[in-house]
């Protein structure tokens, strides 16, 4: 089969496009011809040897596959071939075939095409728990939502709304695509590259603040971000973009009763009760119209590398899916 490798770290140019096995699947995995790749920056870190677990030579990135079952395992009770299906895998992804446990697939319902079932797995999934497990976000509570019309934050914007949020706060470093925010439902747009941004945000709850926000850029946008927190509020970090870290004093917090918690997607799989039922929720939103998916480029499997240029510099809205 075609995938695509890297055999050290560095730029886009590192992915090649080459043959690998076929892998062979267990007596409980699944073999799935893939119909969809998502691409994430988890995937550009993996390359650049800058994720946060290793990245152990050769590799094959890419996390969020949704495709169709060919084979499977002898002791397999809940799937067949022909099936669709989506999953979110350690590694792997950027391939023809894939294997899968049968503990990680979601079936992908009739009304839901494989472009947008790819989109779930990890930025979904990720701005569900993010939301509700972790920010435990209340009905009529106000939401400030970084890069609100990238693949987390569009979904963000839309699931806090059907969470029931009473406000959502939406940043972005354009008009472009401070519109776009506005269009999936966002009820106040500030843009994060001026200077007082915070104070806008600030302004726009009254002085109050934010009760739940969502920051992955590190640096100065987790200091400001702070400021803009509520009493009782929660910052959830799921990222750090910039690279920078943030000097950050806990006995801060205190006065306000505030909260920062850490969240990373793998602690969730862990527990499939959370992650199955999330999967379950989220493809009824598709299916039912509540949640609209950007899809912001599509790419062959063999123009990988161009995928990730685009991506990291900023280029695109919404999910880019790889097609193999």
């Given at each position: 089969?075609?995938?695509?490798?890297?055999?050290?770290?560095?730029?886009?140019?590192?992915?090649?496009?080459?043959?690998?096995?076929?892998?062979?699947?267990?007596?409980?995995?699944?073999?799935?011809?893939?119909?969809?790749?998502?691409?994430?920056?988890?995937?550009?870190?993996?390359?650049?040897?800058?994720?946060?677990v290793p990245t152990e030579?050769?590799?094959?990135?890419?996390?969020?596959?949704?495709?169709?079952?060919?084979?499977?395992?002898?002791?397999?009770?809940?799937?067949?071939?022909?099936?669709?299906?989506?999953?979110?895998?350690?590694?792997?992804?950027?391939?023809?075939?894939?294997?899968?446990?049968?503990?990680?697939?979601?079936?992908?319902?009739?009304?839901?095409?494989?472009?947008?079932?790819?989109?779930?797995?990890?930025?979904?999934?990720?701005?569900?728990?993010?939301?509700?497990?972790?920010?435990?976000?209340?009905?009529?509570?106000?939401?400030?939502?970084?890069?609100?019309?990238?693949?987390?934050?569009?979904?963000?914007?839309?699931?806090?709304?059907?969470?029931?949020?009473?406000?959502?706060?939406?940043?972005?470093?354009?008009?472009?695509?401070?519109?776009h925010a506005e269009k999936?439902?966002?009820?106040?747009?500030?843009?994060?590259?001026?200077?007082?941004?915070?104070?806008?945000?600030?302004?726009?709850?009254?002085?109050?603040?934010?009760?739940?926000?969502?920051?992955?850029?590190?640096?100065?946008?987790?200091?400001?971000?702070?400021?803009?927190?509520?009493?009782?509020?929660?910052?959830?970090?799921?990222?750090?973009?910039?690279?920078?870290?943030?000097?950050?004093?806990?006995?801060?917090?205190?006065?306000?009763?505030?909260?920062?918690?850490?969240?990373?997607?793998?602690?969730?799989?862990?527990?499939?009760?959370?992650?199955?039922?999330?999967?379950?929720?989220?493809?009824?939103?598709?299916?039912?119209g509540e949640l609209e998916?950007?899809?912001?480029?599509?790419?062959?499997?063999?123009?990988?590398?161009?995928?990730?240029?685009?991506?990291?510099?900023?280029?695109?809205?919404?999910?880019?899916?790889?097609?193999?």
């Amino acid at each position: 089969m075609k995938a695509i490798q890297f055999e050290e770290y560095g730029g886009p140019e590192v992915l090649k496009y080459m043959d690998v096995e076929i892998p062979e699947i267990g007596d409980q995995e699944v073999l799935v011809s893939v119909k969809a790749i998502g691409v994430n920056y988890a995937d550009t870190a993996r390359r650049e040897g800058k994720y946060v677990v290793p990245t152990e030579l050769p590799f094959i990135p890419g996390a969020e596959i949704a495709g169709e079952i060919v084979a499977v395992g002898k002791n397999v009770t809940h799937f067949i071939p022909g099936m669709r299906i989506v999953s979110l895998i350690e590694s792997g992804a950027y391939a023809e075939f894939v294997k899968v446990h049968e503990m990680g697939l979601a079936l992908i319902p009739n009304g839901v095409d494989y472009n947008d079932a790819v989109a779930l797995p990890l930025q979904g999934q990720t701005a569900y728990h993010i939301l509700k497990t972790m920010g435990r976000l209340e009905k009529g509570e106000t939401v400030l939502v970084h890069a609100a019309a990238g693949g987390v934050g569009a979904i963000s914007v839309q699931l806090a709304k059907i969470f029931g949020a009473g406000k959502v706060i939406a940043t972005a470093s354009s008009d472009e695509k401070l519109a776009h925010a506005e269009k999936l439902g966002a009820d106040h747009l500030v843009n994060y590259t001026e200077e007082d941004w915070e104070q806008q945000v600030l302004q726009l709850t009254d002085g109050k603040g934010v009760d739940v926000a969502l920051e992955m850029v590190g640096g100065d946008i987790f200091d400001k971000t702070v400021t803009c927190l509520a009493p009782f509020g929660r910052l959830v970090i799921f990222g750090a973009a910039s690279g920078e870290q943030a000097q950050f004093y806990p006995a801060q917090l205190m006065r306000k009763n505030q909260s920062v918690i850490g969240f990373f997607l793998p602690q969730i799989v862990n527990k499939p009760e959370l992650y199955l039922k999330s999967f379950s929720e989220l493809l009824h939103y598709i299916d039912s119209g509540e949640l609209e998916l950007t899809i912001g480029g599509t790419y062959k499997l063999e123009d990988a590398a161009e995928a990730h240029r685009d991506l990291q510099g900023r280029k695109t809205m919404g999910k880019l899916v790889l097609i193999p």
